[in-house]
Every structure is written in structure tokens, then in C-alpha cells.
């Protein structure tokens, strides 16, 4: 039976219609755990927060480059050591405040004090002196030239936040200086953001955004095919992409991440603790049946905690080949002809379940057994990252250029080098791009001839888009979901 609309019913549909056209619906499997991008190191409140509601002096572009954020223009002094930032005039926080010198200064300040709970406090580290001459400059002074300062003020950690903020109530309640505004969090479910029509810069195209938190990939295909979602960055289930592919009613958009996804081990717990032991790991993983098995053909091998599509990028895969044989005999030589027990605790991510129980039967198959346990993210961040209990885990590190903190012998790793920590300390005093190349591939050198983690792959951009949908990111030069430029096709 045929359906006519007429007089009230038809203009609702058209209303609703106009509607969702102004609007978008993002998928992600990550609900992070709180807003406050200051407050810890979980990629998912980047995904949310970041260019959408936070700010800071300097940002990523979409093609990985520096661009000024809250920051119009800066100078350098001519022996590195002082930056002075002059910012846009007139910015006003989402509540109505004024963004001004005074807030930058007290979130730097914030970010590199003694109690500082920044997750990559090591950003601020170098920073001597933050000052305001007035209101809409700021002096920053190093204690050591920084070829990685500009870099270091584009990361989520760096936003700029407003001084008189009760700072526990930033995790449910961001208050940004961004073109979106938080709206509303649905523990569980989503969160939504509005469009801040008081924005200082270009005004975002959309009314506003939900990002729609899905941790199954078979409902994710479900919430794609029915329109649920218009947007899925990062899709969990690669073995759906053709099926996409083929559907002109999607893109699918496969791009670059900053990911490097590793089998992350707790070099502090014993046996792990062994270097011929976590040699021996090493040899015991095959990386391409993992990204076969795993992601369906999506990631790039990596050998050392370093992303492939970086002009410094060494290939170190052969010191870590897939050698099933010498693994045995690594593991003998340690002690442990027999094998040993520990454990792998796997966060959400498809990536890491998947991989997970590859990974497994590699390490049963050299006599290596592991107790899986699989967490939800929380947990996860509770238990591993921040509690240290584990022995394996899996997870993907989507920071740009975040090799530093294995200079870091707290992170969570527990990898404890004074000849990595020297060497991150000269490549951050070094200025000179040829130089800091040389650093770089020497850090990447160390990390696999230590064993640290084993590395497996670059995580790939697999994502899914309604046909219409324009402006996304196709590579991921940090961990973002950036819609100020997004728009709806005609």
C-alpha cells in the first residue's frame, strides 16, 4: 500500500530530513574514560575533544603538519631558547570567559609541575620560564634549544585550558575554546557536541556530532548498513571493507595512523625482565599472519616503535624475523627449557582480540603459555597501564612520534635505560634536521636490539564513510576525529 504525505507529516519528514543533513554520527569502539585530555593518556578522549573542543597553541593538520592553533604566529629567538606566542585576539572559552596569556601560562605551568598528572609530562620538561606580558602574549623560555617544541604544543596533552575551572569536573564537563561545544554524555552509549556559533575562527560546517560507542564489530556493520552511523574512522572489522567498497552508498577510506601496535611487555616482572626472553618473544611472533589473521591484510610491519611512512624510518623487522627454532633456543639459554606462564590482558580493539589469540598459540607453540584475559578499556587502564599488572598486553599507540617514552622508566612498560634516556635528552637539544634523523634511527636501533616490546604493525586507517559525508581526515597524523571541516555533500 502506498503511503501519501500531506500537511503536517510531510513537512516533519522534511524538517527531519534537513536535519540529519546538518548533523553526523560517529562510530568508534572506545568510549574514553573521561574529557580531559590533560588528565590521562587514553586515545579516545583525543578522538573526541581534540581541534573539536580543545585548543592549544600549535595543532596537527591533517597532512601532519604544525600549524598555528590558539597561537596566530610566534618567534624564535635566534639561539632557541625563547618562544614568544602571539595569540588571537578576542577567544573566549565556551562558557563565556576570555581566553587569555594568563590561562596559557597556568595550563603550562599546570602541565610541567612537580604534581603534574599529565601523561606526557615529558613534553614540558624542558620549559624554564612561562610569561605574560600582557594579555595576548606569551613568553616561553627552554632551559636548551628543542627542535621538537613547536611538535610538542600540537599534542592533546598540550590544550590550553581556562584557569578558573574546577579541573575534576573537566572530565564530564569540557569547557574548550574550540568550534564545538559539549552538549551531553550518555555513559556507554555516546556523547554529542554542538556547533560553538561564538567561535573565534572558521565556524564549523555542522550543527553538531554523536559519537556512537560500539565495541562489537558485528554491530558495528549492522549500525553502518542501516544508516545508524554515518562515520566509522577506524571500522574493526577490516573483512568488511570490500563489502563497502562495493556499496556506492559508502566510502571507505584507508589511510596511515600514527599507530604502532605492539605485543607491550612488562620488562619490570620476571621472566620478562630477561633480555633473551623478550629476544626470544620476539622471534616467536610472525608479524604477517597476525596482520592477515588479524586485520585481513590492513598494517605495515614494523620492527622498532617508529611509523614507516616517517622520512626516518628504518626498516628493523629482519633483527626481530619470525624464527620459531631459535626462539626455543633463546629460551633455553635463559633458563626456561621448558617455557613459562604469564599472562595477556587484551583492551576492546579488534586488533587486539584478534591478534590476541594469534599471538597465543605463536607463544604456546615455543612453550611460552599465557593466561587471556580480555578487559574492557577501563579495566584495562586501571589494571595495566596505570597498575602495571600484567605480563603481555596489546595495544596500538596512536601518538604521533611518541618513541620518548621509553625514556620514561615509570610508563608502564618499565623499561629502564640510561643510554635510551641520554640519547632522547640529545635529541631533543638537537636542532638540526640531518642530525635529529641520525637520533632518531639510533633510537629506533636500540629499542629493537633491546627487545623492549614486540613490535608487530602500523595500525592502518581503515574507515567507512556515508558517500556524502566530506572533510575527514584520511590519515591520522594524531589521535583525532577532527569535524571542523566536515560538511554533507549535496
Request: aromatic share 10%; net charge negative.
Given at each position: 500500500m502506498?503511503t501519501i504525505l500531506?500537511g503536517?507529516?510531510?513537512?516533519?519528514?522534511?524538517?527531519?530530513?534537513a536535519?540529519?543533513?546538518?548533523?553526523?554520527?560517529?562510530?568508534?569502539q572506545?568510549e574514553?574514560?573521561?574529557?580531559?585530555?590533560t588528565?590521562?593518556?587514553?586515545?579516545?578522549i583525543?578522538?573526541?575533544?581534540?581541534?573539536?573542543?580543545y585548543?592549544?597553541?600549535?595543532?596537527?593538520?591533517?597532512?601532519?603538519s604544525?600549524?598555528p592553533?590558539?597561537a596566530?604566529?610566534?618567534d624564535?629567538s635566534?639561539d632557541g631558547?625563547?618562544?614568544t606566542?602571539?595569540?588571537?585576539?578576542?577567544?573566549?572559552?565556551?562558557?563565556?570567559?576570555d581566553m587569555?596569556?594568563?590561562?596559557?601560562?597556568w595550563s603550562l605551568?599546570?602541565?610541567?609541575a612537580?604534581d603534574?598528572t599529565?601523561?606526557?609530562k615529558?613534553?614540558?620538561?624542558?620549559?624554564?620560564d612561562?610569561?605574560?606580558?600582557?594579555?595576548t602574549?606569551?613568553?616561553v623560555?627552554?632551559d636548551?634549544?628543542?627542535?621538537?617544541?613547536?611538535?610538542?604544543?600540537?599534542?592533546?596533552?598540550?590544550?590550553?585550558l581556562?584557569?578558573g575551572?574546577?579541573?575534576?569536573a573537566?572530565?564530564?564537563?569540557p569547557?574548550g575554546?574550540?568550534a564545538f561545544?559539549?552538549e551531553?554524555?550518555?555513559?556507554?552509549d555516546?556523547i554529542?557536541?554542538?556547533?560553538?556559533d561564538?567561535?573565534?575562527?572558521t565556524p564549523?560546517?555542522?550543527?553538531?556530532?554523536?559519537?556512537?560507542?560500539?565495541?562489537d564489530?558485528?554491530?558495528?556493520?549492522?549500525?553502518?548498513?542501516a544508516?545508524?552511523?554515518?562515520?566509522f574512522p577506524?571500522f574493526p572489522?577490516?573483512e568488511?571493507l570490500?563489502?563497502?567498497?562495493a556499496d556506492p552508498?559508502?566510502?571507505?577510506?584507508?589511510?596511515?595512523?600514527?599507530?604502532?601496535?605492539?605485543?607491550s611487555t612488562?620488562n619490570?616482572m620476571?621472566?620478562?625482565d630477561?633480555?633473551?626472553?623478550?629476544?626470544?618473544?620476539?622471534?616467536?611472533?610472525?608479524r604477517?599472519?597476525i596482520i592477515?589473521?588479524?586485520m585481513?591484510?590492513?598494517?605495515?610491519?614494523?620492527?622498532?616503535?617508529?611509523?614507516?611512512?616517517?622520512?626516518?624510518?628504518?626498516?628493523?623487522?629482519?633483527?626481530?624475523?619470525?624464527?620459531?627454532?631459535?626462539?626455543?633456543?633463546l629460551?633455553?639459554?635463559?633458563?626456561?627449557?621448558?617455557?613459562?606462564?604469564?599472562?595477556?590482558?587484551l583492551p576492546?580493539?579488534?586488533y587486539?582480540r584478534r591478534?590476541?589469540?594469534i599471538?597465543a598459540?605463536?607463544?604456546?607453540?615455543v612453550?611460552?603459555?599465557?593466561?587471556?584475559?580480555n578487559l574492557e578499556?577501563?579495566?584495562?587502564l586501571e589494571?595495566?597501564?596505570h597498575?602495571?599488572?600484567y605480563?603481555f598486553?596489546?595495544?596500538?599507540?596512536?601518538?604521533?612520534m611518541?618513541?620518548?617514552?621509553?625514556a620514561?622508566p615509570?610508563?608502564?612498560?618499565?623499561?629502564?635505560?640510561p643510554?635510551?634516556?641520554?640519547l632522547?635528552?640529545?635529541l631533543?637539544a638537537e636542532?638540526?634536521p640531518?642530525v635529529?634523523t641520525e637520533?632518531?634511527?639510533d633510537?629506533?636501533?636500540?629499542?629493537?636490539?633491546?627487545?623492549?616490546?614486540?613490535f608487530?604493525?602500523?595500525?592502518?586507517?581503515?574507515g567507512?564513510?556515508?558517500?556524502?559525508?566530506?572533510?575527514?581526515?584520511?590519515?591520522?597524523?594524531?589521535q583525532a576525529?577532527?569535524l571542523t571541516a566536515v560538511y554533507w555533500?549535496?
Amino acid at each position: 500500500m502506498k503511503t501519501i504525505l500531506t500537511g503536517v507529516s510531510a513537512l516533519a519528514l522534511t524538517a527531519s530530513m534537513a536535519f540529519a543533513q546538518s548533523t553526523i554520527t560517529i562510530g568508534d569502539q572506545l568510549e574514553p574514560p573521561y574529557l580531559d585530555p590533560t588528565a590521562g593518556a587514553a586515545g579516545a578522549i583525543d578522538n573526541v575533544v581534540y581541534a573539536n573542543i580543545y585548543e592549544g597553541l600549535t595543532r596537527f593538520a591533517s597532512d601532519g603538519s604544525i600549524i598555528p592553533g590558539l597561537a596566530a604566529s610566534w618567534d624564535i629567538s635566534d639561539d632557541g631558547l625563547t618562544y614568544t606566542f602571539h595569540l588571537h585576539d578576542g577567544v573566549k572559552f565556551h562558557d563565556g570567559s576570555d581566553m587569555t596569556a594568563s590561562d596559557v601560562v597556568w595550563s603550562l605551568n599546570r602541565a610541567r609541575a612537580e604534581d603534574s598528572t599529565n601523561a606526557q609530562k615529558g613534553l614540558f620538561a624542558g620549559i624554564a620560564d612561562v610569561s605574560a606580558p600582557d594579555d595576548t602574549t606569551v613568553v616561553v623560555t627552554l632551559d636548551a634549544p628543542n627542535g621538537g617544541f613547536l611538535f610538542n604544543m600540537a599534542w592533546g596533552d598540550a590544550v590550553i585550558l581556562n584557569e578558573g575551572d574546577d579541573i575534576e569536573a573537566l572530565k564530564t564537563h569540557p569547557n574548550g575554546t574550540g568550534a564545538f561545544m559539549f552538549e551531553n554524555w550518555v555513559q556507554g552509549d555516546s556523547i554529542t557536541i554542538t556547533r560553538n556559533d561564538n567561535y573565534w575562527g572558521t565556524p564549523a560546517k555542522l550543527e553538531g556530532a554523536t559519537f556512537k560507542y560500539i565495541s562489537d564489530p558485528t554491530a558495528a556493520f549492522a549500525a553502518m548498513m542501516a544508516g545508524d552511523v554515518d562515520a566509522f574512522p577506524v571500522f574493526p572489522a577490516p573483512e568488511n571493507l570490500p563489502q563497502f567498497d562495493a556499496d556506492p552508498r559508502f566510502n571507505v577510506i584507508i589511510g596511515s595512523t600514527e599507530g604502532e601496535t605492539i605485543l607491550s611487555t612488562n620488562n619490570a616482572m620476571p621472566p620478562l625482565d630477561n633480555p633473551k626472553v623478550r629476544e626470544a618473544v620476539s622471534h616467536a611472533i610472525d608479524r604477517n599472519a597476525i596482520i592477515d589473521g588479524a586485520m585481513f591484510g590492513y598494517g605495515t610491519p614494523i620492527g622498532s616503535h617508529f611509523a614507516p611512512h616517517h622520512p626516518a624510518y628504518i626498516d628493523l623487522t629482519g633483527e626481530s624475523a619470525y624464527d620459531p627454532d631459535l626462539a626455543r633456543s633463546l629460551l633455553a639459554e635463559a633458563g626456561f627449557p621448558d617455557g613459562f606462564t604469564t599472562t595477556l590482558k587484551l583492551p576492546p580493539p579488534a586488533y587486539a582480540r584478534r591478534g590476541g589469540e594469534i599471538i597465543a598459540a605463536q607463544l604456546r607453540a615455543v612453550g611460552i603459555e599465557t593466561e587471556v584475559t580480555n578487559l574492557e578499556w577501563a579495566d584495562w587502564l586501571e589494571q595495566v597501564f596505570h597498575g602495571g599488572d600484567y605480563g603481555f598486553t596489546i595495544v596500538s599507540h596512536t601518538e604521533p612520534m611518541d618513541f620518548g617514552i621509553y625514556a620514561n622508566p615509570d610508563y608502564y612498560f618499565h623499561y629502564d635505560s640510561p643510554e635510551y634516556q641520554a640519547l632522547m635528552e640529545k635529541l631533543t637539544a638537537e636542532t638540526d634536521p640531518a642530525v635529529r634523523t641520525e637520533l632518531m634511527q639510533d633510537a629506533q636501533r636500540m629499542l629493537a636490539a633491546d627487545d623492549v616490546n614486540g613490535f608487530l604493525f602500523e595500525l592502518a586507517k581503515t574507515g567507512v564513510a556515508n558517500a556524502k559525508v566530506m572533510g575527514l581526515w584520511e590519515n591520522a597524523p594524531t589521535q583525532a576525529t577532527d569535524l571542523t571541516a566536515v560538511y554533507w555533500a549535496e
